[in-house]
């Protein structure tokens, strides 16, 4: 399973590049605004930091201003993966884009039938958004299993790539059902390595090591 990190904040994405966590980079307008900074120099500075897929997302709704848009962020580098939203225009777009031999990324799905579409143009990722379905009182999870499942019926080749994840327990479930990329903000996936018994087991080491009054080395 890949790990994306859902973040425009370099600073963090090299922090944890450098712990072998990071296969990929996902943003969003939101995200982009966060970071404070421009998208191209934001996106140049990922790419620069980061080989996989980094997802940088058009803004226009309209298929002619998303192919336009398409090309600008394409031109940053060539691990920029376009993200287009789950539309008609959307998936006019990726069909196109993909055609140009670039990654696409389809964002904002919420149900099967849309991640049928997206594999059906052909798109490099599909993006369910996981949390934002828990936040309205349905599970999340049942759609990835879904989308696991037409998948593999037809064996399609767009990779589910498990969004919108807000707990350490949407990765695990993510694993369990066999997704092939989960992002997930800084902070979720530094947590996926915390356990008490890790903490106290390592705490009851050290105390008895210092008692041996040894050294290594
Ligand atoms: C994914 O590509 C999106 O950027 C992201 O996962 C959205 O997450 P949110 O629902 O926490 O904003």
Redesign the pocket.
Known sequence: MKFFV?TADVKEIKELAGLGLVDGV???P??ILKSGGNIAEVTKQICDIVDGPV?AEVVATEYKEMMREAKILAKIADNVCI?VPLTLDGLKACRDIRSDGRDV?V?LCFSANQALLAAKAGATFI?P?V??IDDTGSDGMELIAEIKQIYDNYDFDTEI?V????TVNHVKQAALIGADVV?A?PATLRALVSHPLTDKGLAAFLADWAKTGQKIG
């Open positions: 859902d996902t943003t969003n939101s995200l997802s993200k990324n964002t993006s958004f949390g934002r790539l969004a919108s994840v807000r992002t903000p």
